[in-house]
DNA sequence: GCTGATTTACGGCATTGCCGTATAGTCGCA
DNA sequence: TGCGACTATACGGCAATGCCGTAAATCAGC
């Protein structure tokens, strides 16, 4: 197992032990897209990613504190980059 | 020269009249993506579009009123479906 | 002319987008 | 060990959008 793999466990530990506590302060249990993990699994860093698929850089750190939720139109956004991280980008540098 | 055509005209037409008398009333003259032109590109109605991209009927009547400019992430979104918007449905029946 | 479907037009509030900046953690190097 | 560069977290804050609801207008077919 992989060392990110034992902070992913953490972080899941820590949700259950605020959850327990009634202390929703970490974040929603269940919730939206998992932006971090969506752009951890292109291997970019929030900066480049915003850049790849232009979005604002502010606006991806929203997302992955979980500060903001990403609207609808986002959510597709996420979930196309999600399905197919590559297609997309050579979708977005062709238009 | 189709009916259509005339529309576009008149509306251009009404732009560069509210221009000149520095009215912004009616829009901006030079601006965000053209939502009305992508969705029928697609030959969708826009609560089929919008069902379609997974995105509010609301939010899209908004854009194409030119009442709210979608933004950054949405921008995305929409240039996406403009470049090829069989392959992102598709990518989205799949997700 | 009437009817159903599509679109336009607005009111309105909660929430987000987006920017800026300060703090903290990581890594390589002198 | 300490410094600089890079990445990420945390948070203040305002303008603007997202999104819902509904009424009026426009359109297509009977």
Redesign the interface.
Known sequence: MKSEDFDGIMAGLTDAVAYAKGDAMRGRIVAGPDVKAIRQATKLTQGAFAKA????VG?VRDWEQNRRQ????????L??I???PA??QS??D??
């Not at 698929?53 to 604002?56: D, T």
């Not at 990403?70 to 956004?77: F, Y």
């Open positions: 698929y232009r979005i604002p606006t990403p609207d609808a139109p986002a959510r597709v956004l979930s196309l999600k399905a197919d297609a997309i979708l977005l062709k238009a």
